[in-house]
């Protein structure tokens, strides 16, 4: 009888599991740089998130808008400028978006003239610990 050695085993379980790894990768934001709109003080980027995992996630929400966390560019790189504050008055469930589902959302901040991106905050268990995606192209506000 033979048996299978323990790296013919470890790289069989690797090769089973999802193929997005790491998690943070599952979600992936897109801005929409095109529609960016600017009324006095405050900007409003329209994104669209989209799942790429093999299972479904579960979007921070606020009401039935994605929550995201909007960083902007200074001299020593990105910090973060908002992060998706909600009133109190409104549900906080989270959103499901199932595997090769999009969702479209956008983000209000008041904002001035400069470099801007967005990272998602979802969950992989719809009661599990909350994980901030990786962050979206730039987006150039002038």
Do not use: K
């Not at 323990?6 to 095109?34: K, N, R, Y």
């Not at 900007?43 to 998130?49: A, N, R």
């Not at 790189?77 to 959302?105: D, I, K, R």
Request: hydrophobic share 40%; aromatic share 6%.
């Amino acid at each position: 009888m033979r048996s299978i050695p323990t790296v013919g085993l470890l790289f069989l379980a690797t090769a089973c599991s999802d193929p997005i790894a790491p998690p943070e990768a599952a979600l992936v934001v897109t801005p929409d740089q095109a529609a960016v709109s600017r009324d006095g003080q405050s900007m409003t980027i329209p994104f669209t998130l989209t799942n790429r995992s093999a299972a479904p996630v579960f979007v921070s929400a606020c009401g039935d808008q994605a929550r995201v966390v909007v960083e902007h560019t200074t001299g020593s790189g990105w910090e973060t400028y908002a992060s998706g504050f909600c009133l109190a008055v409104l549900p906080t469930t989270p959103l499901p978006l199932a595997a090769g589902n999009t969702l479209a959302g956008a983000v209000s901040v008041p904002g001035t003239a400069g470099s801007y991106r967005i990272r998602p905050r979802f969950s992989v268990d719809a009661n599990g610990p909350e994980i901030l995606g990786m962050p979206s192209a730039s987006v150039d506000i002038r």
